[in-house]
């Protein structure tokens, strides 16, 4: 059994969707970065990478490829996914957190969930998600940006 941890954050700016865990969610604002910047999708990466010890997001989708402009995170996810299969493991169970101040996610968490079950081929009791806010305290609290953290368990095939 082997433990892995993922952190991501991305700036919320005009002119840009918002979307989080493959969900596409109504606001004013979205969140910059080269692809998508789904920030828990990327934190759910990093920490199936971090399990398998093979590096992290950057290194297998560098934002210096014009490839990964505006990508579909779940793209990268399932990537990720195959490669920790490949290294011999699979998904025990998955944590993740949403740290931002609104807008509200809680209405879109279910369809979050149905996606990263559907991804990471596991079912979706071995999969939580959770949204809180910093009380309007620091870089999220100000609605500066978007954090997300996630931590995983994987199993030996
Ligand atoms: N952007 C957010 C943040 C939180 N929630 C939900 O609200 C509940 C309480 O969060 P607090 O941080 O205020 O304690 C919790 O159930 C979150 O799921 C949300 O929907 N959207
Ligand atoms: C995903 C990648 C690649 O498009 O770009 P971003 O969307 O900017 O996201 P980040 O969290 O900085 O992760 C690594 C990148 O290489």
Same mark, same amino acid.
């Given at each position: *059994? #082997? @433990?892995g941890q993922g952190f991501d954050v991305h700036a919320l700016v005009p002119g840009r969707p918002l979307i989080l865990g493959g969900v596409t969610i109504p606001f004013e604002r979205g969140l910059e970065g080269h692809s998508d910047a789904d920030v828990l999708l990327h934190a759910i990466c990093d920490a199936l990478l971090g399990a398998a010890a093979l590096g992290d997001i950057g290194h297998h989708? /560098? +934002? $210096?490829?014009? =490839?990964w402009?505006?990508? +579909? $995170?779940?793209? &990268? &996810?399932r990537d990720v996914y195959r490669r920790v299969r490949e290294g011999g493991y699979r998904l025990g169970n998955l944590d993740a957190t949403l740290i931002l101040q609104a807008p509200r996610v809680a209405p879109y968490l279910a369809q979050m969930l149905d996606h990263l079950a559907a991804d990471l081929e596991t079912p979706r009791p071995q @999969?939580? &998600?959770k949204a809180t806010t910093t009380e309007k305290l620091g870089f999220t609290g #100000? =609605?500066? =940006?978007?954090?997300?953290?996630a931590v995983c368990l &994987? *199993? /030996?095939l």
């Amino acid at each position: *059994m #082997r @433990i892995g941890q993922g952190f991501d954050v991305h700036a919320l700016v005009p002119g840009r969707p918002l979307i989080l865990g493959g969900v596409t969610i109504p606001f004013e604002r979205g969140l910059e970065g080269h692809s998508d910047a789904d920030v828990l999708l990327h934190a759910i990466c990093d920490a199936l990478l971090g399990a398998a010890a093979l590096g992290d997001i950057g290194h297998h989708f /560098p +934002d $210096s490829d014009p =490839g990964w402009k505006n990508a +579909d $995170s779940r793209v &990268l &996810l399932r990537d990720v996914y195959r490669r920790v299969r490949e290294g011999g493991y699979r998904l025990g169970n998955l944590d993740a957190t949403l740290i931002l101040q609104a807008p509200r996610v809680a209405p879109y968490l279910a369809q979050m969930l149905d996606h990263l079950a559907a991804d990471l081929e596991t079912p979706r009791p071995q @999969i939580n &998600l959770k949204a809180t806010t910093t009380e309007k305290l620091g870089f999220t609290g #100000r =609605g500066e =940006g978007v954090a997300a953290q996630a931590v995983c368990l &994987l *199993m /030996p095939l």
